[in-house]
């Protein structure tokens, strides 16, 4: 099974930009879709943004479409998600996530429950 861990995750100024990276081991990265969603205390997990195993397609929750940029390197085995024009309303714990029905499938789930593979969390912080 794989193993992921983020990374870039720290306190920000509203405006600012993040990079998040998620680091894959154990298994390569190229076998899963991945996705990435974010936990506020009280609140469920909210999916932000997904990609198919060779990044040919993407999806995006509407509260991130046009400031968030998933992407991956399956060279390096590592998944990023660019954060730009932080707000206030994006801090939260957020996630990396991996798909196991990786090549079999075209979409991206926007459901938790589809994800086999969490990473551990990191916290953004984003002050006004």
């Known amino acids: 099974q794989v193993q992921l861990v983020e990374s870039g995750g720290g306190l920000v100024q509203a405006g600012d930009s993040l990079r998040l990276s998620c680091a894959a081991s154990?298994?390569?990265?190229?076998?899963?879709?991945m996705g990435w969603f974010r936990q506020t205390p009280g609140k469920e997990r909210e999916f932000l943004a997904g990609?198919?195993?060779?990044?040919?397609?993407?999806s995006y929750a509407d509260s991130v479409k046009g400031r968030f940029t998933i992407s991956r390197d399956n060279a390096k085995n590592t998944l990023y998600l660019q954060m730009n024009s932080l707000i206030p309303e994006d801090t939260a714990v957020y996630y990396c996530?991996?798909?196991?029905?990786?090549?079999?499938?075209?979409?991206?789930?926007?459901?938790?429950?589809?994800?086999?593979?969490w990473g551990p969390g990191l916290q953004v912080t984003v002050s006004s």
């Open positions: 154990g298994r390569t990265l190229s076998i899963y879709a």
């Open positions: 990609i198919t195993w060779n990044g040919g397609r993407t």
């Open positions: 996530a991996a798909d196991q029905r990786g090549a079999f499938i075209t979409f991206i789930s926007r459901l938790g429950s589809d994800y086999d593979y």
